[in-house]
């Protein structure tokens, strides 16, 4: 089994900033198990949606949303993901999950990190 323990969520205003990060732990595996991370967001009553994912070999996507304001990056041997979000807006306020793909198959989550930007 794989856990994911997020971190660095929060309320912050209008244009400020917020640096999450998310940890792989457990039955990992070789550090080379680990494939793509991503991070998705939910706000309340609307679908999950991608914010950004990164591959081992750091190849990026970002959700349309993002307009250059965020920047996800990685460290493959501490399977850690981190997302710096800047310039936030009140519409990014949501439940940030953390995923992590398993050379096994599966898709691991975390247990989602709030984060509060308010105007």
């Known amino acids: 089994q794989v856990q994911l323990v997020e971190s660095g969520g929060g309320v912050v205003q209008a244009g400020g900033s917020l640096a999450l990060s998310c940890a792989a732990s457990g039955n990992i595996g070789s550090m080379f198990s680990v494939r793509t991370m991503g991070w998705y967001r939910q706000a309340p009553g609307k679908q999950r949606d991608l914010v950004a994912t990164i591959t081992r070999g750091a190849n990026k996507k970002y959700g349309d949303f993002v307009k250059g304001r965020f920047t996800i990056s990685r460290d493959n041997v501490k399977n850690t993901v981190y997302l710096q979000m800047n310039n936030l807006e009140p519409e990014d306020t949501a439940v940030y999950y953390c995923?992590?793909?398993?050379?096994?198959?599966?898709?691991?989550w975390g247990q989602g990190t709030q984060v509060t930007v308010s105007s």
């Open positions: 995923n992590a793909d398993h050379q096994s198959g599966i898709t691991y």
